[in-house]
């Protein structure tokens, strides 16, 4: 069995930041590309950042500049910086994991909110 546990979503007021985290546990024989997306009320759930295990990186256009994809390969974890943040932002987001053991199976997170205010 595999776990991803997220944290550190919130309530942050708009052109401040935060930083979500999610780990990884279980099962694990390998980790291939990590990521983070996000879904706002009554909105399709949409790509915000990936990276793979050789730490190339790739951003939604409407957070380019302002959001940093990490991770952390000995602890299994993933990390979002996000900066700058805007109203439009404010959604679930939740990390998505590429986990390799006997084959590659797509694990995701359960979700944390970020809620950007005025």
């Known amino acids: 069995q595999v776990q991803l546990v997220e944290s550190g979503g919130g309530l942050v007021q708009a052109g401040g930041s935060l930083r979500l985290s999610c780990a990884a546990s279980?099962?694990?024989?390998?980790?291939?590309?990590m990521g983070w997306y996000r879904q706002a009320p009554g909105k399709q759930r949409e790509l915000v950042a990936t990276?793979?295990?050789?730490?190339?990186?790739d951003y939604a256009d409407s957070v380019k500049g302002r959001f940093t994809i990490s991770r952390d390969t000995a602890e299994n974890t993933v990390y979002l910086q996000m900066n700058s943040l805007k109203i439009e932002d404010t959604a679930v987001y939740y990390c998505?994991?590429?986990?390799?053991?006997?084959?590659?199976?797509?694990?995701w997170g359960q979700g944390t909110q970020v809620t950007v205010s005025l």
């Open positions: 998505n994991v590429e986990i390799r053991n006997w084959r590659v199976t797509s694990y």
């Open positions: 279980g099962s694990i024989f390998g980790i291939n590309a």
């Open positions: 990276i793979t295990t050789r730490g190339s990186t």
